[in-house]
T-cell receptor, first 115, second 109 residues
Framework: NAGVMQNPRHLVRRRGQEARLRCSPM?????VYWYRQLPEEGLKFMVY????????ESGMPKERFSAEFPKEGPSILRIQQVVRGDSAAYFC?????????????FGPGTRLTVT | TQLLEQSPQFLSIQEGENLTVYCNSS?????LQWYRQEPGEGPVLLVT?????EVKKLKRLTFQFGDARKDSSLHITAAQPGDTGLYLC?????????FGKGTRLSVIA
């Protein structure tokens, strides 16, 4: 009963490098959500994707951040030219149906540290 | 914008004590979810409440949804160290999940 998988669990990048975070949803789930959690803060929504479509990216910074969920393979959250302020835990969640009335199941997160 | 407040922000209690944490909003929720997040892990869904006045029990945890569907509470009976974690509420509807900042619970043996 594989849950939501994320890798890597920990990622260290120097300022200016790129970070790629991967998320494989639960089996049978075709909706993926990305959230960011800063230390001592709550979870903040970033983006909601279906296969090959971005449904809602209202929480995504306008620059340097992008997300995709291809037909095959995991969802990717990409951060270009990382800065120290990008250091955070990034969580992916998946659900069966797209409306938020349905429950989202979270992965263990990727902890990004920018040095 | 839906304002969501969780209280208390921090709670430290002895094993065996009872406690209640709250989730309040300025808006009406169509439904609401409670999650627990342990250090270094992702949030784990505990329960979804849908109907105003609904009460759901999960072992020693009792979740209540307010009659007006603007607030919810989580009561833990005889807390144990394994209950330690960050308790998050998130109302669900037609917008992305908006989480409160959570209540950070520490149960001391």
């Amino acid at each position: 009963n594989a849950g939501v998988m994320q890798n890597p669990r920990h990622l260290v990048r120097r300022r200016g490098q790129e970070a790629r975070l991967r998320c494989s949803p639960m089996k049978g789930h075709s909706h993926v959500y990305w959230y960011r959690q800063l230390p001592e803060e709550g979870l903040k929504f970033m983006v909601y994707l279906q296969k090959e479509n971005i449904i809602d990216e209202s929480g995504m910074p306008k620059e340097r951040f992008s997300a995709e969920f291809p037909k095959e393979g995991p969802s990717i959250l990409r951060i270009q030219q990382v800065v120290r302020g990008d250091s955070a835990a990034y969580f992916c969640a998946s659900s069966i149906l797209g409306t938020n009335q349905y429950e989202q199941y979270f992965g263990p997160g990727t902890r990004l540290t920018v040095t | 914008t839906q304002l969501l407040e969780q209280s208390p922000q921090f709670l430290s209690i002895q094993e065996g004590e009872n406690l209640t944490v709250y989730c309040n909003s300025s808006s009406v929720f169509s439904s609401l979810q409670w999650y627990r997040q342990e250090p270094g892990e992702g949030p784990v869904l505990l329960v979804t409440v849908v109907t105003g006045g609904e009460v759901k029990k999960l072992k020693r945890l009792t979740f209540q949804f307010g009659d007006a569907r603007k607030d919810s509470s989580l009561h833990i009976t005889a807390a144990q160290p394994g209950d330690t974690g960050l308790y998050l509420c998130a109302p669900s509807g037609n917008t992305p999940l908006v989480f409160g900042k959570g209540t950070r619970l520490s149960v001391i043996a």
